[in-house]
């Protein structure tokens, strides 16, 4: 096989660019001159990209349309908003392009970070960390009174279910509770019961705990509108660490202030970060993380190593990790 030329737009460390070459040799890495700081940031045209005949980062959209090279693009996220378009999905079987994305770097640190929410949530946590007052004090019993577990007889509905999803449902194993899936296409290998979009609507007014990780898709934007937050249980709470663009954020304010929500934790707003003015920062009942629930030590590292594991099945001809098309 010829040298492959493999473009990379994300902005690494010198140490863990040298393992991304290091693990690519004797095949070639091509870098932009502008290399990409943020997977939500849009990268720029880079004229070396029509060399590449595999892409490594987010590469630019008008890009990939143009190259005659491209066989295959790994996105350095799990999302992939820009590529989730039935124009560039029939772009990419038309050409034989594959596409991969990085769920697997992401899917403990995510499931873990939504797994702490739920227990902060029970347990009362910042409500307890804020508390200096005395053992058996009126403040002291209301705390204890009002902390809870996580156990048998309480409903979890997780909405979109991909890599992330399945690790939530394997860490809430222990706990015994009673977990169902929302997929657009459930495919049978699931390991908890899982029904489509059309029965959202049906499961809402059970589920205790309502866990968002739907992608942000033409079809999802504002998926969480007044209407769906209007059936969701009395009491019940929503975790948001897919994306903000899943949720109209006045209605969950609305839901929040008036019910039936008890409570929103939230790792992703639109904008992001969510400024000082907006009204979810006022109440007390909603606890927002700034867009790190994936992130892990040696996260950039992590995500290198998953490439150069697709990168040696894709040599040896065998089944990508996270193939998304």
């Not at 991969?100 to 499931?111: I, L, Q």
């Not at 890599?163 to 290998?189: C, H, N, T, W, Y």
């Not at 009395?234 to 994306?243: A, D, H, M, P």
């Amino acid at each position: 096989m010829n040298a492959l030329k493999i473009f990379s737009d994300t902005l690494l460390a010198p140490q863990v660019l040298a393992l991304l070459k290091e693990g690519v040799a004797p095949h070639e890495i091509l870098l932009p001159d502008k290399p990409v700081t943020s997977v939500l940031a849009k990268a720029d045209k880079d004229p070396s990209f029509g060399l590449a005949d595999i892409a490594f980062g987010q590469p630019d959209l008008q890009s990939v349309y143009e190259s005659e090279k491209l066989k295959w693009i790994q996105v350095s996220s799990a999302g992939f908003t820009r590529y989730d378009t039935a124009e560039f999905r029939e772009f990419a079987k038309s050409r034989g392009l594959l596409v991969t994305n990085s769920s697997s770097v992401y899917a403990e640190a995510c499931a873990q970070h939504v797994v702490a929410f739920m227990l902060a949530h029970a347990r009362k946590l910042p409500m307890g960390l804020k508390s200096r007052v005395a053992n058996g004090a009126s403040e002291w019993n209301a705390l204890r009174q009002q902390s809870a577990v996580l156990g048998p007889g309480q409903k979890v509905l997780i909405l979109g279910y991909g890599s992330i999803a399945a690790r939530v449902v394997e860490l809430l194993k222990p706990f015994d509770m009673e977990v169902i899936a929302v997929r657009r296409q459930p495919r049978g290998d699931e390991e908890v019961k899982v029904v489509t979009l059309e029965a959202v609507g049906e499961e809402l007014p059970l589920a205790d705990h309502v866990i968002n990780i739907l992608p942000d898709n033409a079809e999802s934007v504002n998926y969480f509108d007044a209407s769906r937050f209007g059936r969701c249980k009395e009491g019940s709470v929503f975790y948001n660490i897919g994306r903000g663009t899943t949720v109209d954020q006045g209605a969950l304010y609305a839901a929040l202030k008036n019910g039936p929500l008890e409570a929103a934790w939230l790792d992703v707003t639109v904008p992001e970060p969510l400024p000082d003015e907006h009204p979810l920062w006022t109440l007390e009942n909603c606890f927002i993380t700034p867009h790190t629930a994936g992130g892990h030590r040696d996260e950039a590292g992590t995500l290198v190593r998953h490439f150069l594991g697709n990168f040696r099945r894709y040599l040896q001809g065998e089944p990508l990790k996270d193939r998304i098309i």
